[in-house]
């Protein structure tokens, strides 16, 4: 998972491509200024991040792709040509199973190593 990114630094992230990113901190106060926030809500935001790497429509790319860093996993979604690719990235906790469900179809387990 990485840790927060200043916005301002358009860092190179996969396969080289530009991230953009907002920090926990930023999110969380740029919302204050809209008003009071949850605490349920705020203690998430106290602990995630949001990258984005810009799409490659050569590579079949329809948008950008998004990661969320929240509870030590990394969260990715991209709309592809063809499908919606989704990744979960866990290699910094303890887990051996991901259980995921998709459209209310049931739970499934998948292992992680």
């Not at 927060?4 to 907002?22: L, V, Y």
């Not at 008003?35 to 429509?57: H, T």
């Not at 989704?86 to 209310?104: C, K, Q, S």
């Amino acid at each position: 998972m990485t840790s927060w990114i200043d916005p301002s630094e358009n860092t190179d992230g996969i396969g080289g491509e530009r991230q953009h990113a907002i920090s926990s901190q930023q999110l969380a106060g740029a919302l204050a200024l809209l008003g009071s926030v949850d605490p349920v809500c705020a203690e998430v935001l106290a602990r995630l991040n949001l990258r984005v790497y810009p799409g490659d429509a050569t590579a079949g790319d329809r948008t950008a792709y998004v990661v969320l860093d929240v509870h030590d996993v990394s969260i990715g979604v991209k709309r592809r040509a063809g499908d919606l690719y989704l990744h979960a990235d866990t290699t910094e906790t303890p887990d051996e199973v991901i259980t995921f469900e998709i459209n209310g179809g049931g739970e499934t387990d998948h292992p992680t190593r």
